[in-house]
């Protein structure tokens, strides 16, 4: 029948905003036989719908770099297909209520800024003359964005669909994509069915462009696709006076409520704190171009909130209340990428009513990751691989959904951590910890100590400045530096790699010398072929065919999905995942020798277990491994040890410790004593962006050893030079506190952003690390010569820099 072909390179699932982008970007890549498959027609899901506001404003470099070029995109691509997307550069006015909120955006925009977003802070009054119809004598400032604007969803899509088929795609409306084939772990079809007949289409690639279907559909073929549906709402008014077409995307996040104009009137929506969870399983068939039944009640938060905003609404008419399902994601992120379970099969969905704004940019990665093997640059808060199999749980993302739909306007304090479906996954101590108040932050699903609360003292409130529990972290840290800390690490990714090839398979993964004794501990990089990381590991020889394997808590998914992949099919090498296998407890500090040697026959002297060693040892009732090694600096041990002993091990380690003044100690003493120490962090200072040379961690690659990924890039890195450079920072201003992501200034301009931040006990003020970078080579003396600052919201605060 049909013009439905046999064979192609790629199949997207889904015609709305985002598979279409995906179809425009690779037809614009030039990639041949690439088909979209519509169940119904194309932007019938959740994309007609959408109000269609588009902001540039991210939290991280990358991802503002994708939502600019989506504005690039959609103001031109008239003039391209002759299809025009409704672009208006309407410009955006973001209001602030308290003076917390202001500062907030102050360092939002400072970072913004340095991302080459073009904004103005205004007062109350300027506001109100860019918007009449706000109420502004309650509001402590407002932030200007001249560049951001709106634009019509279908139109977008309409033409994007357009701009695809120029180029020689096909898309398909009418055509439900039934199954993916799978063989091998690796996609190489497509199920059809279109009007009562079913077909097959074989393909090298399959994206999964589904919107709130992507989950089900996802599950079908095993990838784990987390996301879920809410009610999501917005009321449109008749005209109403003093509202005009230039009248500009209004926020009033502290209020939780956004305003477009559209035909005079207005559009009225937002993300209320507490959302509804669309709970319907499955989505009932032919949920085409629908909307869900009003829910006054649910809306009534954003309605108080903007009858107060602008006085306008209490006469005016709206309408209608609409209400229509939008996918949400257990972080408010996007999913994007290659699936770790099936090779070839993309992902692109999990927008979290940021959609439209982001789908130029979300389908050109998309598009780029599918043609190139590999993202274009770091891309690590939208990675698929951010996720593990428990966050494909519906209670868990129902619960989750409930919360995360309002982050979009919440408060973002630092560190804040979020509260709905936890705890989940629990280390052996996790009472024991509770009950020595420790509060407890959650990593992939893991909770771990923060801190501990001396005397079960209240929760201090959260805070942009110096934070109440600053007073704690001082004696933490105190006590890893005099005496001794225990740390529960036992969130730890931890993976054996084991057979005949093992060894050949590391060789090949890792940059560091891996053919090492039996025993002994390697910190090595994991390259990608442009030389950044892909992680950071520690490999452990176990046996001359055995390998453990250990990485950041953040990084199991990732980690393991690339070392495995990275097994030939002629490699004899299995790995397995045994995280939840093992816990590690962190004795550091002064007195760790003396504690463990309490409790252990063995030698546990430097000389019988030298640094970067480990060894099998007694300790009390328990077997562990012990490594002599420290991430925070100073003497310690990492001790691994079965699950089911651990709270074994911790009771010994407390009750021999007692003597020594042994206390326990969470991960924001880590975090602050591995930055003093200059310890580098993956997720932070390390990602694929970064290579070693920049890092300034060339000593852990074994640069003259042929055959691992990276290592040409390296070379030719080292004799071009480098134009990055990982630095320390030290605030002069010892009341100044930065959290991370504050623009760094060299000479008064902006070269990078802090990638950590953390108070220093020992110098009494923020150390921080970041990187400078430069357009040509950073040479050190003009490094060493330069004047630092680092701005935090919107003041510069000099700094005393190093190179790392
Ligand atoms: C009230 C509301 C307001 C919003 N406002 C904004 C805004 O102002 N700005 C913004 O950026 N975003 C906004 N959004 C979010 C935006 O609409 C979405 O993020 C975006 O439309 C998601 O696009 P998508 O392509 O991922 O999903 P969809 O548009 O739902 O597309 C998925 C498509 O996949 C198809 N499909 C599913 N399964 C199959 C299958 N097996 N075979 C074939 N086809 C299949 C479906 O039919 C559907 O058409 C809003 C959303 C809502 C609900």
């Known amino acids: 029948m049909s013009e439905l072909p046999d064979r192609a390179r790629v199949v997207i699932v889904g015609g709305g905003v985002a598979g279409v982008s995906v179809a425009y970007h690779l037809a614009r890549r030039g990639v041949e036989r690439v088909v979209l498959l519509e169940q119904g027609k194309l932007t019938c899901g959740t994309t007609w719908h959408a109000a269609g506001l588009v902001g540039q404003t991210r939290a991280t470099r990358n991802a503002t770099r994708m939502s600019r070029y989506g504005i690039e995109l959609y103001a031109g691509l008239e003039a391209e297909t002759g299809l025009a997307t409704g672009w208006k550069r309407?410009?955006?006015?973001?209001?602030?209520?308290?003076?917390?909120?202001?500062?907030?955006?102050?360092?939002?925009?400072?970072?913004?800024?340095?991302?080459?977003?073009?904004?103005?802070?205004?007062?109350?009054?300027?506001?109100?003359?860019?918007?009449?119809?706000?109420?502004?004598?309650?509001?402590?400032?407002?932030?200007?964005?001249?560049?951001?604007?709106?634009?019509?969803?279908?139109d977008l899509t309409q033409s994007l669909a357009r701009g695809a088929r120029m180029r020689g795609a096909t898309l398909v409306e009418g055509a439900q994509v039934t199954a993916v084939d799978v063989d091998d772990g690796r996609a190489t079809g497509v199920q059809w069915r279109r009007d009562g007949r079913d077909g097959r289409i074989a393909c090298d690639v399959v994206v999964n462009c589904g919107g709130q279907w992507a989950r089900a559909f996802g599950a079908a073929s095993g990838v784990n696709v987390p996301l879920y549906a809410a009610e999501h709402f917005y009321i449109v008014t008749t005209p109403i006076a003093g509202v005009t077409a230039d009248l500009p995307v209004i926020r009033d996040p502290d209020g939780y409520i956004y305003y477009k104009e559209e035909v005079g009137g207005l559009v009225m929506g937002g993300f209320e704190p507490e959302a509804k969870p669309w709970n319907v399983s499955p989505i009932p068939p032919g949920f085409e171009f629908q909307l869900l039944p009003e829910d006054w009640d649910q809306f009534e938060i954003l309605m108080e909130n903007a009858l107060h905003r602008t006085p306008c609404l209490a006469t005016a008419e709206v309408k209608m209340l609409l209400n229509g399902p939008e996918s949400f994601t257990p972080d408010g992120n996007f999913i994007l990428g290659e699936a770790p379970e099936v090779r070839g099969y993309f992902v692109c969905a999990g927008f979290n009513s940021a959609g439209i704004a982001n789908a130029g940019g979300a389908g050109r990665l998309v598009a780029d990751w599918i043609v190139d093997g590999e993202p274009p640059h770091d891309v690590w808060d939208v990675d698929i691989r951010r996720f593990a199999p428990f966050h494909g749980n519906r209670r868990l993302?129902?619960?989750?959904?409930?919360?995360?739909?309002?982050?979009?306007?919440?408060?973002?304090?630092?560190?804040?951590?979020?509260?709905?479906?936890?705890?989940?996954?629990?280390?052996?101590?996790?009472?024991?910890?509770?009950?020595?108040?420790?509060?407890?932050?959650?990593?992939?699903?893991?909770?771990?100590?923060?801190?501990?609360?001396?005397?079960?003292?209240?929760?201090?409130?959260?805070?942009?400045?110096?934070?109440?529990?600053?007073?704690?972290?001082?004696?933490?840290?105190?006590?890893?530096?005099?005496?001794?800390?225990?740390?529960?690490?036992?969130?730890?990714?931890?993976?054996?790699?084991?057979?005949?090839?093992?060894?050949?398979?590391?060789?090949?993964?890792?940059?560091?010398?891996?053919?090492?004794?039996?025993?002994?501990?390697?910190?090595?990089?994991?390259?990608?072929?442009?030389?950044?990381?892909?992680?950071?590991?520690?490999?452990?020889?176990?046996?001359?065919?055995?390998?453990?394997?250990?990485?950041?808590?953040?990084?199991?998914?990732?980690?393991?999905?690339?070392?495995?992949?990275?097994?030939?099919?002629?490699?004899?090498?299995?790995?397995?995942?045994?995280?939840?296998?093992?816990?590690?407890?962190?004795?550091?500090?002064?007195?760790?020798?003396?504690?463990?040697?309490?409790?252990?026959?063995?030698?546990?002297?430097?000389?019988?277990?030298?640094?970067?060693?480990?060894?099998t040892i007694d300790v009390g009732h328990a077997r562990v491994r012990a490594a002599r090694m420290s991430y925070v600096g100073g003497p310690g041990y990492e001790l691994t040890v079965p699950t089911e002993?651990?709270?074994?091990?911790?009771?010994?380690?407390?009750?021999?410790?007692?003597?020594?003044?042994?206390?326990?100690?969470?991960?924001?003493?880590?975090?602050?004593?591995?930055?003093?120490?200059?310890?580098?962090?993956?997720?932070?200072?390390?990602?694929?962006?970064?290579?070693?040379?920049?890092?300034?961690?060339?000593?852990?690659?074994?640069?003259?050893?042929?055959?691992?990924?990276?290592?040409?890039?390296?070379?030719?890195?080292?004799?071009?030079?480098?134009?990055?450079?990982?630095?320390?920072?030290?605030?002069?201003?010892?009341?100044?506190?930065?959290?991370?992501?504050?623009?760094?200034?060299?000479?008064?301009?902006?070269?990078?952003?802090?990638?950590?931040?953390?108070?220093?006990?020992?110098?009494?003020?923020?150390?921080?690390?970041?990187?400078?970078?430069?357009?040509?080579?950073?040479?050190?003396?003009?490094?060493?010569?330069?004047?630092?600052?680092?701005?935090?919201?919107?003041?510069?605060?000099a700094a005393t820099a190093r190179v790392l």
């Open 397 to 615: 993302l129902a619960d989750r959904t409930v919360e995360s739909l309002g982050l979009h306007y919440a408060m973002r304090w630092p560190r804040e951590e979020l509260v709905t479906a936890r705890p989940l996954r629990r280390s052996p101590l996790y009472d024991r910890l509770a009950a020595k108040h420790a509060s407890f932050g959650s990593k992939l699903g893991f909770e771990r100590a923060n801190y501990f609360r001396p005397g079960g003292a209240g929760e201090p409130p959260p805070t942009l400045g110096t934070p109440g529990w600053l007073p704690w972290v001082i004696a933490e840290q105190a006590a890893c530096r005099e005496r001794a800390v225990l740390f529960d690490q036992t969130s730890f990714a931890k993976f054996v790699l084991k057979g005949r090839d093992a060894l050949a398979v590391l060789e090949r993964v890792c940059a560091n010398v891996i053919d090492v004794a039996v025993g002994r501990i390697v910190y090595t990089p994991m390259l990608n072929a442009r030389g950044g990381y892909e992680s950071d590991l520690t490999v452990v020889r176990i046996a001359a065919h055995e390998f453990l394997v250990l990485t950041g808590s953040a990084q199991a998914t990732r980690d393991f999905a690339w070392i495995e992949r990275h097994i030939e099919a002629h490699e004899r090498a299995a790995l397995v995942d045994v995280t939840s296998a093992y816990s590690v407890l962190s004795l550091m500090g002064p007195r760790a020798e003396a504690i463990v040697a309490a409790l252990s026959p063995d030698d546990v002297s430097k000389a019988a277990l030298p640094f970067g060693m480990t060894r």
């Open 645 to 797: 002993q651990c709270a074994t091990l911790y009771d010994a380690l407390m009750g021999a410790g007692e003597a020594f003044g042994l206390a326990d100690a969470g991960y924001y003493t880590i975090d602050a004593l591995r930055i003093e120490a200059g310890r580098r962090a993956w997720g932070a200072e390390l990602s694929p962006d970064e290579t070693p040379l920049e890092a300034g961690l060339v000593a852990m690659v074994a640069l003259a050893r042929p055959g691992f990924i990276g290592r040409d890039a390296l070379v030719a890195q080292r004799e071009r030079g480098v134009g990055k450079r990982l630095m320390q920072f030290t605030l002069d201003d010892p009341e100044a506190w930065a959290w991370g992501g504050e623009p760094i200034l060299m000479d008064g301009a902006p070269v990078g952003e802090v990638t950590s931040a953390g108070y220093s006990r020992k110098l009494a003020r923020i150390v921080a690390l970041g990187y400078a970078r430069g357009a040509a080579p950073l040479d050190a003396a003009a490094l060493a010569s330069a004047r630092f600052a680092v701005d935090v919201a919107g003041t510069h605060v």
């Open 90 to 154: 309407c410009g955006s006015l973001n209001v602030a209520r308290t003076p917390q909120r202001l500062t907030l955006m102050r360092r939002q925009m400072a970072r913004a800024g340095s991302f080459g977003v073009e904004f103005e802070f205004i007062d109350p009054d300027e506001a109100l003359s860019r918007a009449p119809i706000l109420r502004t004598d309650d509001l402590a400032g407002a932030v200007w964005i001249p560049g951001d604007g709106k634009v019509n969803p279908t």
